[in-house]
């Protein structure tokens, strides 16, 4: 039972000492939550530079969203997108 109570007096103290800096922590905490997804976007700059850019194959659907109608067709307009994503993932 004292164990108990010393462990609880324990927590406390650590939390009460932690509380300044809880916003680091919960930023670190969520950095880390998206580290795994962002790693997952790594390989889609090669694959519309590879398909859409060098290829023939259109762009998917999804970024066509995010893209005006008249850079569909430009190689240009598609390379800048796929460096920008690049650097966008890498940040």
Not at 50 to 69: C, K, R, T, Y
Request: glycine share 6%; hydrophobic share 55%; proline share 9%.
């Amino acid at each position: 039972m004292n164990s108990v109570r010393s462990d609880l007096a324990l927590y406390r103290r650590l939390l009460s000492r932690a509380r300044p800096y809880a916003l680091p922590i919960v930023g670190v905490f969520v950095l880390g939550l998206l580290a795994s997804p962002l790693a997952l976007l790594a390989p889609l700059p090669l694959k519309i530079v590879v398909d859409s850019v060098i290829g023939s194959q259109p762009l998917p659907e999804f970024l066509q969203a995010m893209l005006p109608d008249a850079s569909y067709g430009s190689g240009q307009a598609l390379l800048v997108l796929a460096v920008s994503l690049v650097v966008a993932t890498a940040l």
